[in-house]
């Protein structure tokens, strides 16, 4: 599965962006896909994760309320529309998916940088 994301940019606090992440190869083993970020002079923290059937959600505390992911599983595109955007949020976002429930994220996409103004 090879992963591409697009949106990331530059917005004032409270602004919103919404990130795609466009799936391709083996797509139909896709069990779920999601996102983690890191910031700089930060670990990398999960963001947010969709199963592929059924569209269950997860969420990090962090961004719960502001965050929404969701997908459409005929384009093989998840999307994160990020609202409410604060200046903690600016990381590097990287778009994860697996194959199996109890496996870690397998697949990871290029980053792509949120850079949120105060």
């Known amino acids: 599965v090879q992963l591409q994301a697009f949106g990331g940019g530059l917005v004032q606090a409270g602004g919103s962006l919404r990130l795609l992440c466009a799936a391709s190869g083996r797509t139909a083993s896709i069990y779920s896909m999601g996102w983690f970020r890191q910031a700089p002079g930060k670990e990398r923290e999960f963001v947010a994760a969709i199963r592929w059937s059924g569209g269950i959600t997860y969420y990090a505390d962090s961004v719960k309320g502001r965050f929404t992911a969701s997908r459409d599983n005929t384009r093989n595109t998840m999307y994160l529309q990020a609202n409410s955007l604060k200046p903690e949020d600016t990381a590097v976002y990287y778009c994860?998916?697996?194959?199996?429930?109890?496996?870690?994220?397998?697949?990871w996409g290029q980053g792509t940088q949120v850079t949120v103004s105060s």
């Open positions: 994860v998916a697996k194959d199996d429930a109890f496996r870690n994220y397998d697949y």
